[in-house]
DNA sequence: ATCAGTTTATGATATATATCAACTTGCAAA
DNA sequence: TTTGCAAGTTGATATATATCATAAACTGAT
């Protein structure tokens, strides 16, 4: 009964699950679902019941809140490796974001329940939720910190090398996102984020062919980032 | 042997440390301590070890940001049976945020290392702590969502119904930080802070007394924080 | 290839907010 | 009491951002 379980393999079990026991990891195992999703699906929806602990495999999400007034406002993007349904999980029974794939990705999916269990049943797999929640958790607040305390320059530079240092590792990258998602996230209006694109452009620090995006001169961007 | 514990008593140990052993509890029991705070102190800052694990038995605190043009900015106001040192606590060596009072304070205090020894050996304590973790959070970035979708008038409409609904439970009370602070909370200047708050006074919607605030048409304040 | 709808773009103007300056009030230390 | 400093207030003006209108560019479906 020697059984191998695919996700022995995972690069992420490392991550998620240091710290269980063999039998923990079958149980897991079992209980675990894989979902493919494209461009525009939901993974998560804002107040529907949560029933899995869900992390992201590959691909690129954005977190959303969609507030009384129809409006859309993006918190976070998550790049594998961050949780994806881990805001509110322990503390809600409904979602109270949204995740959309900006990017095909791919989930997996474990009973929010199982998880539940495994926690109550193990603290060492306790602490690593923990500190991988509190990273999450941190770097979503000190992100909207870091926005608020900036002009609409300031912002747009920042979302650019958010992109450019965080989420692709390179100055020339194909944003995943339009401009009003742009403006949704660092809470301008679409015209004036294209307007700092435009005089970006025009001032040399970026080139610009419709989503693609070429740093050009990143030392000023990061000046206009830091400084206005 | 059958020491009493003078945690037995806490209000806040039902809250925190339900699933622990009277063993575990008298361990933590021996190694915490109880710190009086006055109005402005520093219960934590920003960049300093985090040491303790830190909870407000009574008082009221502010969490804010120093950023690096030497400009505050407040995230949060946090009470009695909040979490004070949560955030970043499992995440980082060093508190991300600052901690000050703005009442007369008092917490308990547990070494760091105490907790997460608990938490490694006991799930279910593990679990409770996650949860409250997830609902602070939760509450941070909700708030900080909220905020951002208001304009100036909303803003103001917004923390004036915070205190009296959340923190005061009083249409009329005594505002703990003064309109500079206000301003850091909501991302506006002290000077459209106060213009706002004249606006309501000469609108009849508030009253003013110095640092003492009566809401007078709170229908109309909310209002104003529904729709600007 | 054409059409319709969405996204991107630009300009003119209105509105909201910040900045600067001056002054008042409150408060605590000498 | 006086003094000095921080907090609160108000007005004038500058600046930043939103709104509205229009149009070009792009995209997907027929």
Redesign the pocket.
């Known amino acids: 009964m020697n059984q191998e379980c695919s996700c022995e393999n995972c690069e992420l079990k490392e991550l998620f699950f240091h710290n269980i026991s063999s039998n923990e990891m079958m149980s897991l195992c079992n209980s675990r679902i894989e979902r493919n999703y494209e461009k525009g699906d939901y993974i998560n929806e804002q107040n529907k019941p949560i029933e899995d602990f869900t992390y992201l495999k590959s691909g690129l999400v954005k977190l959303f809140v969609t507030n009384n007034t129809g409006k859309e406002q993006i918190l976070y993007f998550a790049k594998p490796f961050d949780f994806v349904s881990l805001l509110s999980v322990f503390s809600h029974s409904t979602y109270s974001y949204s995740v959309m794939c900006i990017e095909e990705s791919t989930t997996c999916n474990i009973p929010i329940k199982e998880v539940k269990r495994l926690i109550n049943e193990n603290g060492k797999f306790a602490m690593g939720i923990l500190e991988k929640m509190s990273t999450v958790s941190d770097n979503v607040i000190k992100e909207s910190l870091e926005i608020r305390r900036r ?3 300031g912002r747009v530079a920042y979302v650019l090398l958010h992109f450019a240092d965080n989420i692709y590792k390179n100055p020339s990258f194909e944003l995943p996102i ?3 998602e742009i403006a949704e996230y660092i ?6 984020v ?2 700092a ?2 005089e970006f452009r025009k001032d040399g620090i970026i080139k ?1 062919f ?2 693609v995006i070429e740093i050009v001169q990143y030392d000023t961007l990061k000046q206009i980032s830091e400084h206005g």
């Open positions: 002009n609409l320059r339009n401009r009003k809470g301008m209006t679409t015209e004036n294209i307007r694109l435009t610009i419709g989503k």
